[in-house]
């Protein structure tokens, strides 16, 4: 597959990703960026050129980058305007050499890799499909028989074509005419590239292949608790890093990644799968649970972390974390909580792009961008998200999201009213389930 470009497409800055800002692509798990896994994943199926379009902001990352058995070029898409500018990008690079195109943050099963290689080598052009029972709000293809004769982008619910979702795993084994089409082709949605590919489908259709397995879309902020729990249950090993020192009364079960430099101090308990970065501190009378942790970290006295992804460099003190994502720089002060679940225990809901979305999740504790401040005793309520640089002052309950440098401070007002929600009939024994299993 020497002759196969492998082109990325890792330029896009994700509205729907809000409060985070980290390029997708260069979120970390177990010290390496997603798009260093994936690239890995590509190399040990076989595949060699990779042409990465990325941001003007991440040049400094991939100047740096090297993964061994690869030759990696990369173009910059100045303006993040869709994958249609994105792709245009390679053009000349590319000519009429056949590619393999790819989103940067998508995560599948390694298996894939080998089937995509295998298909490659048959010279025939493919994309990749997988039968879905609700609706996403991505493309739809069209299929006959093995063939894929269209695709739909975003057809809204009860209007897709099939139950077969696009996978940006697009093989096309000659695409000059596609970049053809490509340069013609306008639209006023953001769907440039997918119609000129419907265009192309239409006069030549593409091989069908049907994926079954995990697939791991990073749409919105939630979705990072998915592929955190992927990435745990697949990679935490019992490994033991550098000058680590865990205390004699402290309590580590099941599989437990610790790098170097982390101290765990007394009466702690940490329940794998968990990773801990390098130089994160532990102190006394904490608990971690399912959690993957960054580097530098400070958890104090008596905090709780449960089934959340944390980044490099927080700060914590008696808290309660719950099924939360923190960006970066994130501090909470002493008895503040991230809360995680309804008082009926429903499907917990987020505000995206004005629209009120259902997050599929009934447990969903804070999203929190970088450099975020926390007062003491606050209360963050489920499925918030904050902006980065703001701070929440001290005893005050959030309830609606936090736009970016903002300064929430404020009273505890008390309203009654009506409660028309029962939980008489609801059961906890799956939660109980879970703790005694």
């Known amino acids: 597959m020497d002759t196969v470009y492998v082109v990325i497409l890792a330029a896009g800055r994700g509205k729907r ?9 260069l979120i970390r798990f177990f010290g390496k ?10 190399a040990r199926a ?3 050129k990779v042409i990465l379009v990325i941001n003007p902001a991440d ?7 090297v993964v061994p058995d690869m030759e990696i070029h990369t173009v910059i898409q100045q303006e993040a305007v869709g994958m249609g500018d994105a792709l245009l990008r390679v053009r000349e690079h590319i000519g009429n050499a056949p590619m393999l195109v790819v989103n940067a943050e998508d995560v599948v099963s390694p298996d894939l890799y080998n089937e995509l290689a295998s298909n490659v080598d048959t ?9 879905v029972d609700r609706y996403f709000d991505l493309g739809y293809l069209e299929t006959h028989g093995d063939r894929v004769t269209g695709i739909v982008e975003k057809p809204g619910d009860g209007n897709q074509p099939s139950d077969l979702v696009n996978l940006v795993f697009h093989y096309v084994d000659k695409p000059a005419e596609f970049f053809d089409i490509l340069a013609r082709q306008t639209s006023e949605q ?9 265009t192309l489908l ?4 593409f091989q069908f292949i049907s994926y079954e397995d995990i697939w791991l879309p990073l749409k919105y902020p939630w979705h990072l608790l998915d592929m955190s729990t992927y990435f745990l249950t697949r990679m935490a090993k019992e490994y033991r890093g550098k000058n680590i020192h865990v205390a004699p009364s402290a309590i580590l079960d099941g599989p437990i990644h610790i790098e170097d430099n982390v101290k765990i101090f007394d009466n702690t308990k ?9 130089n994160t501190i532990i102190g006394n009378n904490s608990m971690i649970r399912e959690s993957h942790i960054g580097g530098g970290c400070v958890i104090g006295f008596n905090s709780d972390i449960t089934r959340s992804y944390i980044g490099d460099n927080c700060w914590f003190h008696s808290n309660y974390i719950g099924d939360s994502v923190l960006e970066e720089n994130v501090s909470m002060g002493s008895g503040s909580v991230l809360a995680n679940l309804r008082l009926d225990e429903g499907e917990i809901s987020s505000v995206v792009g004005g629209k009120k979305l259902g997050t599929g999740r009934s447990k969903l504790g804070a999203m929190i961008g970088s450099f975020v401040r926390i007062g003491v005793n606050a209360s963050i309520m489920p499925g918030v998200k904050i902006g980065a640089d703001s701070f929440v002052g001290a005893g005050i309950t959030v309830s609606t999201d936090i736009p970016e440098q903002s300064f929430v401070s404020g009273t505890s007002d008390m309203t009654i009213a009506k409660n028309t929600k029962r939980v008489r009939e609801l059961s906890r024994d799956s939660y109980k389930k879970k703790l005694s299993s």
């Open 270 to 278: 940490i329940v794998g799968p968990v990773y801990i970065g390098k």
């Open 202 to 205: 239409k006069k030549s259709p």
């Open 123 to 131: 010279g025939v052009s493919f994309l990749v499909g997988k039968k």
């Open 33 to 42: 960026p997603l798009i260093v896994h994936n690239l890995e994943r590509f």
């Open 59 to 65: 040049v400094q990352f991939y100047m740096d980058l």
């Open 190 to 198: 953001d769907d440039v590239y997918e119609r000129a590919l419907d």
């Open 46 to 48: 076989g595949f060699r």
């Open 17 to 25: 990703f809000w409060p985070f800002e980290t390029n997708k692509a």
